[in-house]
């Protein structure tokens, strides 16, 4: 970080009633937001660990990237609102300003323009590890493979040291990764992989490389080419989650980042996480009409159940997702588009936020709907099937992931990350030969 770190004027004091000794720790403030507890000393000091399992009250990092304000619904990138980001800019600027940390002027974005788009081909040789797996593979199970492998064939841009390299492998990896997911979908679709197209903008491109059949030609809709963009968009960062996690734990061990992108996908798959949207549309699925939404509504609030609303609830919001709004605002877009504007499932989804948003449990709890709800409805409009809807995420959260990997490298405060616990195994116990075993 090249900006002075923050103060540290105040402290808390933390005092062990055991033994009533006493100790200092410093608080760190932000430019915005809570301010964060220094224990940085606290083993060293206490010979104690904190215990936090789900990070609920860890700050693993300092960044300048993301801000978001759960309780206001706020979600900023590097201080821009995402409504404006939504509403104004397009998913190259947003690449642009989260990598380097401004907006683009002109001559900038072009350039940048220029250089993602003359990255988009894959090595011919990557066809043949696609071959190697089953037809009927998840895409995102492809993906983790396919993405880990890239490190594998772009060995120039692994010299983690390097930030020439540092920058190729960013561009790499933000231009591969919708050749990628398409050629992940092609795969499973058993049609042929179609090579991407320099003179289309980056989502109408993915839209090409997903539709385009060598039989007919494909016409990229302009109104849907916006709406992945905006999608795109929407997803981008999000702070310190599941998979940006992980990305920054890989890498704070120096992996490359091809390897670092492939576990953050691996820890977006998850239902809870990036998988969600394709789980809103099985449980719409399963839902099926109105009539039947008390009954799951009754479900998701029986602790005896595992049975969850997906597409509701997160672990920063506790008001409306701000992605959500304008994700639903593009759902009738594209809705109306397609000429689905009384699409079913559209329908029954409304109902759903209506009814959970009037229960006192959900109500009680801060459920909102979470970006994933509107936007499997979306994507199953533009003809995308369940499968693809996490991998989608992908392409779009890889800004966000590399643009934090690229963040702790160069922080020279980054050291490896190492958790520790609470241990409550065995204490010692002595070795019995396997003949005296019960
Ligand atoms: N349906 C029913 N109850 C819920 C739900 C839900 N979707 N989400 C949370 N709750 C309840 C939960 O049972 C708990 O109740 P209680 O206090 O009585 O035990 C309370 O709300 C708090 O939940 P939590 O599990 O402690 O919250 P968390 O912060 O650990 O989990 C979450 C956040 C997103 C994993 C969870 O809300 C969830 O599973 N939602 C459904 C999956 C989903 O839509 N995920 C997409 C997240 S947005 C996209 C992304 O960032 O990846």
Known sequence: MTDAKPGAKNSVTLTDNRTGRSWEFPVLDGSIGPSVI??????????????????????????????????????????????????HSDFMEVCYLLLHGDLPNAEQKAKFVHDITYHTMVHEQLQYLYRGFRRDAHPMAVMVGVV?????????????????????????????????AAMAFKYSLGQPFVYPKNDLSYAANFLSMCFTVPCEPYVVNPVLAKAMDRIFILHADHEQNASTSTVRMAGSSGANPFACIAAGIASLWGPAHGGANEAVLRMLGE????????????????????????????????????????????????????GKKNEPLLDLALELERIALDDEYFVERKLYPNVDFYSGIILQAMGFPTSIFTVLFAVARTVGWIAQWKEMVEDPEQRIGRPRQLYTGHAKRDFVPIDKRG
């Open 148 to 180: 880990g492998a890239l490190s594998a064939f772009y060995h120039d841009s692994t010299d983690i040291a390097d930030p020439h390299q540092r920058m190729i492998a960013s561009h790499r990896l933000i231009a591969k990764m919708p050749t990628i």
């Open 287 to 338: 839902i099926r009409t109105k009539d039947r939404i008390p009954e799951f509504i009754k479900r998701a609030k029986d602790k005896n159940d595992p049975f969850r609303l997906m597409g509701f609830g997160h672990r920063v919001y506790k008001n409306y997702d701000p992605r959500a709004a304008v994700m639903r605002r593009t759902c009738y877009e594209v809705l109306e588009e397609l």
């Open 38 to 87: 220094d224990i940085r000393k606290l083993y060293a000091e206490t010979g104690s660990f904190t215990y936090d399992p789900g990070y609920t009250s860890t700050g693993s990092c300092e960044s300048k990237i993301t801000f978001i304000d759960g309780e206001a619904g706020i979600l900023r990138h590097r201080g821009y609102a995402i409504e404006d980001l939504a509403e």
